[in-house]
């Protein structure tokens, strides 16, 4: 069974500090890890994509992978009130004959001004 | 650029009455479509998927149906609610390596 795990939070961080969200991941041969942002009542939206080990920046997002630890993060610098929703990792395997999504069950982020 | 509509965006449904939630992608051929729900408070839980007209695999038998009558329309519906069938029903689409959300229609069964 893949599966994709996070810490359910709440995640509570001062305004201006950074967050940082974590998730592994199961299936060695996955290739293709996402962050996707949800605020209560809406659609998760696609935030950040990373394919390969290190770091890839995205104004205040950075994303950090490391395969070798199965291994998923999200950081987020001055954190703002509006950065609170929840985020949800993703993961798609190689192997599979379409593009399946796993999900994580996500982080509840509170920002607190 | 593609869009992804959903709707109707929120339903009051009362048990056993049937079910038909339509999706529609725009600015894409052939796409990967999705059905997930997400029950209150949860993860996203994947209940169909389509790699074409026709071409629908369940993951998690209930007494949910899609269809796919057009490439770019995917139809998610049921014969009679139960109160468990309650939560956000979001409708995916995916490309080559991201996967893309509609609004979402809310359901509650009552």
């Known amino acids: 069974q893949k599966e994709v795990e996070q810490n359910s939070g709440p995640l509570s961080v001062p305004e201006g500090a950074i967050a940082s969200l974590n998730c592994t991941y199961s299936?060695?041969?996955?290739?293709?890890f996402f962050w996707y942002r949800q605020y209560s009542g809406k659609s998760p939206e696609l935030i950040m994509s990373?394919?390969?080990?290190g770091d890839k920046e995205d104004g205040r997002f950075t994303a950090q992978l490391n395969k070798a630890s199965q291994y998923v993060s999200l950081l987020i610098r001055d954190s703002q009130p509006s950065d609170s929703a929840t985020y949800l990792c993703?993961?798609?395997?190689?192997?599979?004959?379409?593009?399946?999504?796993?999900f994580g069950p996500g982080t509840s982020l509170s920002v607190i001004p | 650029s593609q869009t992804i509509h959903q709707w109707p965006a929120t339903l009051v449904q009362p048990v056993g009455s049937p079910l038909s939630l339509e999706c529609t992608v725009e600015?894409?051929?052939?796409?990967?479509l999705y059905w997930y729900r997400q029950a209150a408070g949860r993860g996203l839980q994947l209940l169909f998927y389509?790699?074409?007209?026709?071409?629908i695999s369940s993951e998690v038998p209930q007494n949910l149906s899609a269809s796919r009558p057009q490439d770019r329309q995917f139809i998610l519906s049921s014969k009679k609610l139960l109160l468990s069938d309650s939560g956000f029903y979001l409708c995916?689409?995916?490309?080559?390596?991201?996967?893309?959300f509609g609004p979402g229609t809310r359901l509650t069964v009552l």
């Open positions: 995916a689409w995916s490309g080559r390596t991201q996967q893309f």
């Open positions: 993703a993961v798609i395997s190689l192997g599979t004959s379409y593009d399946k999504v796993i």
């Open positions: 389509s790699i074409g007209i026709d071409q």
């Open positions: 299936d060695r041969v996955s290739q293709s």
């Open positions: 600015g894409t051929s052939n796409p990967n």
């Open positions: 990373i394919y390969s080990n």
